[in-house]
């Protein structure tokens, strides 16, 4: 397959996450459907990546690969510098403890167990990983609870006590409490009314540093454009355009990157989306 117009992306040195020529299929032999055709990118520490494409079009498949919770039918998936894609099962599950990589999906109930208290939840991760006192536990929880702008008294209250917006910030917060790396936010604020969806997104601009990388995953180009350094875009299992945001805002390349910048109603294109999305899908064209 040829580099689209666009494709290009500045060379990052020493990444802490490298996907090179990633392939995913589901299914055998004659039904054997390919999802993920031949992807690469790569997140530098403290970068945060926008992940961009409508729904169907292997997103949270090639998230879902990065973790180990889908299996890779060709290419690697190199982590810190260990390739992910060689672990075995057992190596997995050590692997998972150290809480390295964590992800919050789009739904906080699927995060968080209905079952435990919200302080249970977050201290979760570090109770599974060891080697960490009561008292330790304790205080990280209560300090990343205070993070992402959640008050003391939450702590005893189950999931679904609390709102929305506070069951993601809680996700968050256990996501964050492991002091991850990477962390792989999957569609987090669609869920959310729009004053959540400002006030999370809002929350997400401030995390990311020199410590932790972002991936956000989203199907809207306006809710990543504030908060990302670049945009991946994804078209039917296919990078088709990487570039710096607001280069992929203000000069998109590929017609279904101009696509999706004229149906984001945060950029100016609600009024015409219904046009540009007809006019520009029979232009969309993968060699």
Do not use: C
Not at 22 to 46: C, H, M, N, P, T
Not at 105 to 131: K, Y
Not at 227 to 253: A, H, M, S, W
């Amino acid at each position: 397959m040829s580099a689209a117009p666009g494709l290009a992306a500045p060379v990052l040195s020493a990444p802490v996450l490298s996907v090179q020529g990633l392939q995913v299929a589901y299914g055998r032999g004659s039904r054997q459907k390919q999802v993920i055709f031949d992807a690469s990118l790569e997140i530098a520490s403290g970068e945060v990546i926008g992940l961009i494409g409508e729904t169907g079009s292997g997103k949270s498949t090639l998230a879902r690969t990065v973790l180990g919770l889908v299996k890779a039918t060709g290419g690697t998936v190199t982590f810190g510098g260990r390739d992910l894609t060689s672990l075995t099962p057992a190596q997995w599950r050590e692997f998972r403890r150290t809480g390295a990589l964590q992800y919050v999906f789009q739904d906080p109930m699927r995060s968080l167990d209905p079952e435990f208290t919200i302080e249970q939840s977050i201290a979760e991760p570090l109770v599974n990983a060891g080697g960490h006192s009561a008292a330790e536990i304790a205080s990280r929880v209560r300090e990343y609870l205070a993070r992402v702008h959640l008050d003391e008294s939450l702590l005893p209250r189950l999931p679904g006590q609390v709102s929305g917006g506070q069951r993601q910030r809680a996700a968050i917060a256990r996501a964050l409490v492991t002091e991850p790396a990477l962390l792989i936010l999957d569609e987090p604020v669609s869920a959310l009314d729009s004053a959540n969806r400002v006030q999370i997104l809002e929350l997400l601009q401030g995390l990311a540093g020199p410590s932790v990388s972002l991936l956000f995953i989203s199907h809207d180009l306006g809710s990543v454009a504030g908060i990302t350094d670049r945009v991946v875009v994804l078209y039917q299992g296919r990078i088709v355009e990487v570039n710096e945001t607001d280069l992929i805002i203000n000069e998109p390349k590929h017609p279904y990157t101009q696509l999706l910048v004229g149906s984001a109603p945060t950029l100016g294109g609600a009024a015409s989306a219904r046009a540009t999305r007809d006019a520009l899908r029979d232009r969309v064209e993968i060699e």
